[in-house]
């Protein structure tokens, strides 16, 4: 866990005038889970967007096992081993669920296609009794599966989950995290964004804290789990 694939460097994001993301810096070495936690409105999605290509940066580098891709279209950081899981899921609703996987192996060769599918479906069984279903008739809980496994399909090296809790029963929740266990477990290194600070923190083996856009706590996932600001703020005591 030496190995550093992500290092984001005083990253500065601004929507027009409104500077969103203030001198953010952090890393995640490879075969770890780091997370983000913070309020709604904290920097937490847009730091994400950032380091996926959706958003660019005004100032700051981002690098990704060792190359700057500050700025580089986000079908290239897919292509590089980045993979983004995002907010709201965002399925294609229109489209079953074998080829909204599908689609999420548009950098794959056709003939690791196949192979990559079977493991989504050894992961999450119920997307395979569900492969011919429009996803839009989907659970919640199903959507977050295949928003998950279609990231997966891109066979990323790091996997950024943002939200995947939300919306959720509690069963669910609980499912969503075993499931980013066995991720882990498997050899996927997971940046995490989650509004569950108790849960994001219980998983992570180190964790940042988001306020109006700047980090302003950093520690274990274990430290921050007693840290009595922390659970003040977002523990609920």
Do not use: W
Request: aromatic content about 6%.
């Amino acid at each position: 866990m030496s190995d550093t694939l992500l290092k984001v460097d005083d990253l500065n994001v601004y929507y027009g005038n409104i500077h969103a993301i203030k001198g953010v810096s952090f890393e995640v070495k490879e075969g770890e889970i780091v997370t983000l936690i913070g309020a709604n409105g904290a920097g937490k999605s847009t730091t994400l967007n950032t380091v996926s290509g959706l958003l660019k940066p005004r100032t700051g580098t981002i690098e990704f096992c060792g190359k700057s891709i500050a700025g580089m279209p986000a079908h290239r950081i897919v292509r590089d081993g980045l993979a983004l899981c995002p907010e709201g899921r965002r399925v294609f609703l229109q489209l079953s669920v074998k080829e909204n996987l599908e689609m999420g192996a548009y950098t794959r060769s056709m003939s690791e296609v196949g192979e990559s599918i079977e493991k989504v479906y050894e992961l999450f069984p119920r997307l395979k009794e569900r492969y011919k279903q429009v996803a839009g008739t989907l659970s919640g809980g199903e959507q977050q599966m295949l928003a998950m496994g279609r990231a997966l399909m891109s066979k990323p090296r790091l996997m950024m989950l943002d939200e995947p809790s939300m919306g959720l029963a509690p069963i669910l929740v609980d499912q969503i995290f075993d499931i980013i266990g066995d991720l882990h477990k498997a050899g996927t290194t997971i940046l995490l964004v989650e509004q569950n600070a108790r849960k994001a923190l219980a998983v992570a083996d180190r964790a940042y804290v988001l306020e109006t856009g700047r980090i302003v706590n950093t520690g274990t996932g274990s430290e921050l789990l007693h840290d009595d600001s922390v659970k003040k703020a977002y523990l609920g005591g």
